[in-house]
């Protein structure tokens, strides 16, 4: 594969900023996804900032797992077998904290006729050890103890997961989250944190109306989706059907969106997709830095049935998205690997901050003017 396809039109600059690493889960290529535990090791590789889903329980608590159901991480079918709804899954905002803690946590699974196997094979081991679902309380307050105790300021991105489904639930776990956050004194562009969603309507209803409720002022990050996942879905006739996100891609969607975001978070395949075989660079980034939008795209993960073969390696990969595409930061499962790398790019006097610092790119990878 030649590196060099399609790089001119779209190509980097002289110099390229430190990209921000976020851990995607915590260290979640190490330990189960979203555990205080995956969370305290991604802490020590030093990431920017530590990600945390939310999803919320029967009883209003944030609980901080990627899904709104609990049958991929948990023993929930075990302890509660009575308890799935007639789809079949058994849904967080169904349970109350006290029983959400009665449960296990695993690596993720999948179900299949066979039973379950490793959704990762070569991580963590199911059903290993012992873990928990947290509360966002529970996290902020590990985080910010260990900023106390080692001195690091490790920041947070929290999202919040399918607000659509949670209104359609008769919750509003925007305004919970917000005002949790602003309790941990998250209010301010001067606190480390983006705050995401997948959801336009729900982030244009932060900036306008909640933010300026609460006296709040958050980085927003929109994340966009393939319409085809369901991120969102829209009731239409008492029919659910999928949120179309074609527009953010399509001419004047990144306008549109940095009239109320301070940055994007695309899939990493909207950056760089792979067609016929060979790895071509769009324009978004470009187009979003005219728009002066951040650009944080997911998720880089390390295991090697994760790579496509075009690109090789989780090294190229990086190479391509840090110096060749010029994204502001990027989600990862391997955080140590990610800032290994960004590591080696940078020059030994730069230093680890959360900040980023201009560096510049070695010749053999200078493209631009
Ligand atoms: O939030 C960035 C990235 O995490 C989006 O994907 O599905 O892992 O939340 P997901
Ligand atoms: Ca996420």
Redesign the pocket.
């Given at each position: 594969m030649s590196l060099g396809a399609n790089a001119a039109a779209t190509g980097p600059e002289a110099s390229v900023k430190r990209p921000i690493v976020?851990a995607?889960?915590g260290a979640s290529g190490y330990l189960p996804e979203h555990t205080l535990e995956a969370k305290a090791l991604a802490y020590a590789m030093r990431p920017d900032y530590i990600?945390q889903?939310l999803v919320l329980s029967k009883d209003d608590r944030l609980i901080v797992m990627?899904d709104i159901h609990l049958d991929y991480t948990t023993d929930v079918a075990s302890v509660f077998p009575e308890r799935a709804r007639t789809d079949g899954h058994y849904y967080t905002i169904d349970f109350t904290l006290e029983e959400l803690k009665r449960l296990r946590v695993s690596e993720a699974f999948v179900t299949g006729v066979d039973g379950a196997s490793a959704k990762y094979p070569n991580r963590f081991p199911l059903w290993k050890s012992h873990f928990q679902l947290s509360t966002l309380e529970e996290e902020l307050e590990l985080i910010q103890g260990l900023n106390r105790t080692l001195g690091y300021d490790v920041g947070i991105?929290p999202?919040i997961?399918k607000p659509w489904f949670h209104h359609r639930e008769g919750k509003d776990i925007t305004a919970l989250a917000l005002a949790k956050l602003k309790q941990f004194g998250y209010s301010g562009r001067d606190q480390k944190i983006y705050l995401?969603c997948?959801d336009a309507e729900e982030l244009q209803r932060i900036r306008r109306e909640l933010m300026p409720q609460l006296d709040m002022d958050l980085a927003l990050?929109q994340?966009i989706?393939d319409t085809e996942w369901g991120?969102k879905q829209i009731e239409s006739d008492g029919e659910l059907s999928n949120y179309n996100y074609d527009w953010m891609l399509e001419p004047g969607g990144i306008e549109r969106i940095a009239g109320y975001a301070d940055g994007i978070?695309p899939?990493f395949g909207m950056l760089a997709p792979i067609e016929e075989g060979q790895l071509q660079i769009t324009d978004l980034v470009q187009r979003a830095h005219r728009q002066h939008l951040q650009v944080?795209p997911?998720?880089f993960r390390a295991d090697p049935d994760q790579i496509p073969a075009e690109i090789g390696s989780f090294e190229q990969l990086l190479h391509i998205a840090v110096q060749r595409i010029g994204v502001d930061g990027l989600?990862t499962d391997h955080p140590d690997k990610a800032l290994a790398y960004i590591s080696r790019m940078t020059e030994p006097e730069t230093k680890h901050s959360g900040s980023p610092a201009q560096v510049p790119l070695d010749n053999e990878q200078v493209t631009g003017p």
């Open positions: 976020i995607h889960r990600e889903d990627h991105y999202e997961k995401q997948f990050v994340l989706a991120e978070g899939w944080h997911y998720t989600f």
